[in-house]
């Protein structure tokens, strides 16, 4: 599975959107992009995927470049529950691999 | 509602006193597995299981055992735990063919003194 490099954290005030960028240089062409969150001490949770398309659902945006070396998580409208590490994950869909590794990720804290 | 139900959610004992975390999910979901997080050291994965009666070895799987009899449940033993194994657990499942997108427990938190 490719690397992601994520920053260690970022700031958001609440209300405004929280742009979470992920490098994934070494992405091969069946690799999907992967989010996950995970608020203090719970179970990490899926946000979103995606391949090539933008994609949006209830919870955010996935935008990925052209050349899908690199992505963007966007929370339209941060609030202070979305503080969380997020993940960004690069995997085969459907792998036969049962190991879904997370890095470091990113800590998001929301400020009121 | 469809959830990954994990007992207990606080645990301590002491070592060498075999104990159990129980995971049961009500999605019918093939796949299931136990992960442990650890500050500094993120998400391993100690086991998984693709179906019934089919486990294997995660990351970090010495010191653990599981079983999978039925589909719904997917039990950790830890036979002679040790305190290097005081962690926070979670087990997640998903459905066959779609690892990617798991649906994790609210973790059992373990202090082995």
């Known amino acids: 599975d490719a690397k992601t490099t994520q920053p260690p954290s970022m700031d958001c005030a609440e209300g405004r959107a929280a742009n979470l960028p992920c490098n994934h240089s070494t992405i091969s062409g069946n690799e999907y992009v992967y989010w996950y969150r995970q608020i203090h001490s719970q179970g990490p949770q899926y946000i979103i995927h995606g391949l090539k398309n933008n994609e949006t659902n209830e919870m955010a945006s996935l935008i990925i470049t052209e050349d899908r070396k690199s992505s963007t998580l966007i929370l339209p409208h941060a609030t202070l529950r979305d503080t969380a590490v997020y993940y960004c994950i690069v995997r085969v869909n459907g792998g036969s691999q049962g190991n879904l590794i997370f890095g470091k990720g990113t800590k998001l804290s929301v400020k009121p | 509602e469809a959830q990954v139900t994990q007992n207990p959610r606080y645990l301590i004992t002491v070592t060498g006193k075999k104990l159990t975390v129980t995971c049961s999910q009500n999605?019918?979901?093939?796949?299931m597995s136990w992960y442990r997080q650890d500050p500094g050291l993120g998400l391993r994965q100690i086991y998984y299981s693709m179906n019934v009666e089919v486990t294997d070895k995660g990351d970090v799987p010495e010191g653990y055992k599981v079983s999978r009899k039925e589909k719904r449940n997917f039990p950790l033993i830890l036979e002679s735990p040790s305190p290097n194994q005081t962690s926070l657990y979670f087990c997640?499942?998903?459905?066959?063919?779609?690892?990617?997108?798991?649906?994790f427990g609210s973790g059992t938190q373990l202090s082995v003194l």
């Open positions: 999605m019918n979901h093939e796949y």
């Open positions: 997640a499942s998903s459905a066959q063919g779609w690892v990617e997108k798991l649906f």
